[in-house]
């Protein structure tokens, strides 16, 4: 079985730049927009309305390709479709090759495939400073708005988790290693953590 | 400043051989067991009576020291006495030297002093498997027994913690780093786990 490591995050909270950097130096392929990317020509919806599935949540009076969406709290034709062709395309991406995959609920879809599944995390204020920093000089964000878009993007991914899966998003016991990046440097704890993943996937070898 | 981990732990998690471990490999000083005993001495209670404080609950039936204890939720007299020494004895120990603490809510204790706090938890199964090969062979304990005391323990944990601090035991916001033991072998993964810590104190070394 390939070694496979699931990225969880909150946003603004470098899950994504830890996934790449463990798999540059572990040297397993990288998966996060890609898949959105493949959804799309699979699905033939939009890569931005994929994404807007789970970041933005599905509102009673969304309309999109001519469909009305009911109640958020139940999948609709679309999501369903979506999560399908997910599910099918996480794991022919998990028999491919040793991959991190940020993203995309592939914990959860991976549950029986003994994933290293991590969970990124960090306080507000750091993660509001990610957010400051990776934004573009000409973009004139305010501080207050920028913790109301991290806590609805966090919400939304929260309400779509619920929808795919009974595991609680974000709840420790759902993941192998929580890591809070509020008082770290991201590019100087990678070298150890690809040491304790390389010990993880170690010891599940021995254990098959 | 000095360094100092605490690691909170659930019950058969591994959480003091990974802070024992820690500390060997580190070169800190490891407190654990010491902390109890020097409380008992400050005090005049019993070890076992304090290790119960946190780990048993007090019930409006238990009787110590001649004193009656009223329902849980509440810091009696002695609950008190036990908790302002704890700060003291723990706020020296974090000013003697760089070191490891076990338990004791020194993450709490410690909020001001920029310690790296670790949550160690895993699931029942590897829980109660760690329990029973910890048991010596005379002793013949049912894996339900176990788990119940597993459990009471960590309720107990819990209570005492929300009587000492608001902070929620076990919520990963109130942590640095949240270790599952679950499908790890603890022994293997303390030179990474180690290296990131040193890390992690370069990074507060350097924003000081």
Same mark, same amino acid.
């Given at each position: 079985?390939?070694?496979?490591i699931?990225i969880?995050?909150?946003? %603004?909270? @470098?899950?994504?730049? +830890?996934? /790449? ?5 572990l040297? =397993?392929t *990288?998966? !996060?927009r ?12 939009s ?9 933005k ?14 109640t ?30 940020? %993203?995309? @609920?592939a914990?959860? +879809?991976? /549950? ?6 991590? =969970?990124? *995390?960090? !306080?507000?204020?750091?993660k509001?400073?990610?957010?400051k ?8 964000i ?8 991290i ?10 988790h ?47």
């Open positions: 079985m390939n070694k496979v699931t969880s995050r909150e946003f %603004g909270s @470098g899950g994504r730049e +830890i996934g /790449k950097r463990l798999a540059d130096e040297g =397993f *990288y998966y !996060d890609e898949i959105v990317e493949e959804l799309a020509v699979a699905t033939g919806l890569e931005r309305y994929i994404q807007d599935i789970s970041e949540g599905i509102y009673p009076h969304s309309f999109q390709f001519g469909k009305t969406f009911s958020f709290g139940v999948l609709q034709s679309n999501q369903t479709e979506v999560f399908v062709k997910q599910q099918e395309i996480v794991k022919k991406i998990a028999e491919k090759g040793d991959c991190v995959i940020v %993203g995309r @609920g914990n959860v +879809i991976l /549950k029986d495939y003994k994933s290293m599944n991590i =969970f990124v *995390y960090a !306080d507000m204020k750091s509001v400073n990610r957010c920093i990776k934004a573009t000089n000409c973009e004139e305010q501080e207050k708005e920028l913790e109301k878009k806590r609805q993007v966090d919400k939304n991914r929260k309400n779509y619920s929808l795919i899966s009974n595991l609680e998003w974000g709840k420790k016991e759902n993941y192998d290693l929580c890591i809070n990046t509020s008082n770290i440097e991201i590019k100087d704890v990678i070298l150890s953590l690809a040491d304790y993943i390389r010990e993880y996937f170690r010891r599940t070898e021995v254990e098959k």
